[in-house]
């Protein structure tokens, strides 16, 4: 079935110093790829999202590249800030008959210290 | 901004009660979901519902049930709460759309003593 692994965390960072979150995907055919962030005490929020291959989903200053070759979709920012501390999740909606649901990884936890 | 409530936001109970956790949203999504959270971050999808009276179980196993009786309404009750149940819950709505967005409520936060 559709799986996502993401890095291992907590990562903990200065502010302005540059991210990477890692998430690879195992899903058969053309999946859409998403980042949902949840900041403390509350619900998910959609981050960014990529439908294709090669397309790049961003906001807020945060980037990912759907990679159909490496299976990836890593989460970037070129310079964090103490309120982007939060807990990240990658997530795919999958073709076929898993496209009914979207499959999360277990989340990363980032902390910005000032 | 979108409008999927949950109450309560916390609640503490002793074993043994019957409790429901309320979800409604307003946007008219026929898909809803209740997740699990537990510690750890991780969710897992307990139950989902693509319209009225459609549920089904998700992934990991659940004592909770639900029911889907308006389009904007999808509780969970729980029989007969147990500490194993204490965790944070989520519920989410998705757009009918092809984007598949899903959209979450601050979730409920259920300890059981």
């Known amino acids: 079935g559709d799986s996502v692994t993401q890095m291992e965390g907590p990562v903990t960072l200065s502010e302005e110093a540059f991210l990477t979150i890692n998430c690879t995907y195992t899903a058969t055919g053309y999946p859409s790829l998403f980042w949902y962030v949840q900041y403390p005490g509350e619900g998910l929020q959609l981050l960014l999202k990529?439908?294709?291959?090669?397309d790049k989903g961003s906001n807020k200053g945060f980037e990912a590249t759907y990679r159909k070759e490496t299976t990836s979709f890593h989460l970037e920012k070129g310079s964090v800030q103490v309120s982007d501390s939060a807990v990240y999740f990658c997530?795919?909606?999958?073709?076929?008959?898993?496209?009914?649901?979207?499959?999360f990884g277990s989340g990363t936890q980032l902390t910005v210290l000032p | 901004e979108a409008d999927i409530y949950q109450t309560p936001r916390y609640l503490v109970i002793g074993t043994g009660k019957k409790i429901t956790l309320e979800c409604s949203q307003t946007m008219g999504h026929d898909k809803m979901y209740w997740y699990q959270q537990d510690p750890g971050m991780e969710l897992h999808l307990i139950h989902y519902s693509y319209g009225v009276n459609s549920t089904e179980k998700g992934d990991l196993s659940s004592e909770s049930t639900v029911s889907r009786i308006r389009t904007e309404h999808f509780p969970l009750t729980l029989e007969s709460a147990r500490p194993s149940h204490t965790s944070q819950y989520l519920c989410?709505?998705?757009?009918?759309?092809?984007?598949?967005?899903?959209?979450f409520g601050p979730g409920t936060r259920l300890t059981v003593t």
């Open positions: 997530a795919l909606r999958g073709s076929g008959g898993s496209a009914r649901q979207l499959t």
């Open positions: 989410a709505s998705s757009d009918p759309g092809g984007n598949f967005e899903q959209y």
């Open positions: 990529a439908t294709k291959a090669d």
